[in-house]
């Protein structure tokens, strides 16, 4: 599903894309669970897109219930455009881009838009533990950027101390990943994220950062830190070039697509960004694919309208 065969579909042709990929064993009803003897109905009398659920519950459903495309006014056919376009983008895509890309007729639409993709992308905390190698690190995001020359002597890792968002960023080796917005980038807040989704039996690098001690200590596979201060990037395996990566993309992607992403939503940027890195391996297609199926079940409501991209 590429957004240009998305872009050719009427809207009808679209449900039954969505229908297909949230249902791929025929309709299931979200009211009772129950798989079969469902009707569709037709003709002009009724919205499009209504099953009954006949031999279960007796109650109506749509494929849109119970999912964050829920109630609504945005197409089926824009919003499969949307997840293809923020699935197949490197760096993001900002709410303007996606405003004029699906022609909607408000930046506030788009920005929901972006904000509930985001979400669906958020992955399950229990969804298994990064294991093996697995690499941690912290970049920093938003704020002013600092003037020259108002480091302190031999402070080499200005970022730590300056008033942007810390977000740390765990890498397995050749496998997944998961990133975290946090308050800040000591002990007490590094360790029970690295505890909720390490397992114990992995080896953990990172670079000399000190709050990463104490937690280090726990991993049976051991921690080893590289010596940045040092100059030094890499002593064998010993690096934490995987999660710079991914920390880089991020930051070109805040930089050059978003320009501002302010605290309270960095962390549905990190899902996207963490959920594009976890299926780089597949196609555009498969990826939206995944995406999409991911939506059901979750559901985001905005009290107040968005003032910040
Ligand atoms: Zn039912």
């Known amino acids: 599903m590429t957004l240009s065969e998305i872009s050719k579909l009427t809207e009808d042709e679209a449900r039954e894309m969505l229908e ?60 499969l455009m949307a997840f293809a376009l923020i699935c197949s983008a490197k760096k993001g895509v900002s709410a303007l881009q996606l405003q004029r890309q699906l022609g909607l007729g408000s930046y506030r639409s788009a920005w929901h838009l ?9 992955q399950e905390p229990l969804a298994g533990l990064l ?42 080796r050749n496998g997944r990943s998961r990133a ?19 397992d114990p039996s992995s080896r953990l690098l990172t670079d000399e950062w000190r709050p990463y001690i104490r937690i280090g200590r726990e991993f049976k596979g051991g921690h080893q830190r ?18 710079e990566s991914w920390n880089a993309l ?3 992607g805040i930089m050059g697509s978003f320009h501002h992403v302010s605290k309270k939503h960095l962390h549905r940027y990190c899902n ?10 597949t196609t555009d297609g498969a990826r939206t694919e995944v995406a999409v199926k991911a939506a059901k079940g979750k559901r985001l409501m905005y009290r107040e309208p968005a003032k910040i991209i």
């Open 20 to 79: 297909r990929i949230m249902w791929p064993n025929g309709p299931v009803c979200p009211h009772c669970g129950c798989t079969d003897g469902h009707t569709k109905f037709a003709g002009k009398k009724h919205r499009a897109g209504v099953w009954k659920c006949n031999s279960g519950c007796g109650e109506q459903f749509t494929v849109t219930l119970n999912s964050i495309m829920e109630a609504s006014h945005i197409s089926i056919r824009h919003w």
């Open 114 to 122: 972006a904000h509930r993709i985001r979400h669906a992308m958020s």
């Open 131 to 172: 294991r093996g190698d697995v690499e941690a690190d912290e970049t920093y995001v938003g704020g002013k950027p600092r003037k020259a020359g108002t480091h302190k002597v031999g402070e080499f890792r200005g970022g730590r101390s300056s008033i942007k968002t810390p977000v740390v960023v765990l890498v397995e």
């Open 180 to 198: 975290f917005a946090t308050t800040d980038a000591k002990a007490n807040t590094l360790a029970p994220i690295l505890r909720a989704n390490v």
């Open 226 to 243: 590289v010596s940045r201060g040092k100059g030094e990037y890499a002593r064998g395996d010993v690096h934490v070039n995987t999660a």
């Open 250 to 252: 991020l930051k070109r």
């Open 272 to 281: 996207e960004f963490s959920f594009r890195w976890n299926y780089r391996k």
